[in-house]
């Protein structure tokens, strides 16, 4: 299928790399941000627009959420299958008369970092079968996770993910704040985070828990809060502490 990416950030950058790995053609990345087209499009030698949306069978719009539904409106084809990829946005977003669909990669995404693109659950939905097939399949290239999924099933995996994901690494950034305000070396705690999310292959994450508030250990809990300066710290430590609590009590 010949296709376009629209966007030129994580996501729109991993997908063309993943395309390219598996010897997918791409046969344009289109958007408005022209020194990241320029960037994809020199390491991956693959042509790039500002301006000239090409023909093609197929195009990916990977950009934020808030722009899916203008950006889908640039296309004039009314022969292309059109999916977007995001978690929280129905087909319906797309504004245009050509075959709408989504193709939703459940990972996060940062340039900088390398992935295995086999193990990424990808999640497709289309208006009918034979797209939703095509979809699947040119998934399951990259991928050895791929299923249907529509919407409503769409949006509970994104929030869960942001549970699962997106609060975990701000939890992270937040310890290292912690750390870098005693001048503790951050990589002392790798090996704790590692066995954190290693140990959840094997375990209930309810069955992991482990720490003071699961311990009902009320001097501890104490100990820490006195010792937290920063605000938003202390409501972060009370509310994680309530919410584990709760879950035991
Ligand atoms: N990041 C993830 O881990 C992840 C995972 C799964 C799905 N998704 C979904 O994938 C999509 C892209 O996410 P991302 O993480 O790649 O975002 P991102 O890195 O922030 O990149 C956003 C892209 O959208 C473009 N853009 C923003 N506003 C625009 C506008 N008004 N008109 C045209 N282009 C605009 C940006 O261009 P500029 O550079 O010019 O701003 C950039 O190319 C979203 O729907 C997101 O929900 C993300």
Redesign the pocket.
């Known amino acids: 299928m010949q296709t376009i990416i ?8 991993h997908l063309v790399k993943a395309f390219k790995q598996n010897n997918i053609e791409i046969h344009q990345i289109f ?3 022209k020194a ?1 087209l320029l960037k994809i499009s020199t390491e991956f030698n693959i042509p790039f627009s500002t301006n000239q949306l090409e023909d093609a069978e197929l195009y990916i ?8 539904e ?2 889908s409106e640039l296309i004039k084809n009314e022969n292309a299958l059109v999916a ?6 129905p087909m319906e977003i797309l504004k245009g008369n050509y075959r709408k669909a989504s193709f ?8 900088t970092k390398n992935l295995d693109y086999s193990k990424i659950p990808f999640f497709i939905e289309a208006e009918n079968q034979i797209d939703e097939k095509s979809l699947f399949e040119l998934a399951s290239i990259i991928s050895e996770n791929v299923e249907t999924s529509d919407y409503e099933r769409r949006k509970y995996i ?1 929030l869960t ?1 942001v549970f699962a994901c997106n609060f975990v690494n701000h939890l992270f950034a937040r310890a290292k704040e912690i750390s870098d305000s005693q001048d503790l070396d951050f990589n002392y705690f790798i090996p704790l985070i590692d066995e954190t999310v290693e140990k959840i292959h094997h375990l209930e994450p309810k069955s992991a828990q482990t720490g003071p508030a699961v311990r009902g250990d009320e001097r501890v809990l104490k100990l820490h809060e006195e010792l937290i300066t920063d605000e938003e710290h202390l409501k972060i430590y009370q509310l994680m502490n309530e919410s584990i609590k709760k879950m035991y009590q």
């Open positions: 629209i966007g030129s950030g994580n996501v729109a950058y958007g408005r941000n990241e719009i990977a950009v934020s959420d808030s722009a899916v203008n950006v977007h990829t995001s978690g929280s946005l939703y990669p459940l990972q996060t995404f940062s340039k994104h993910a």
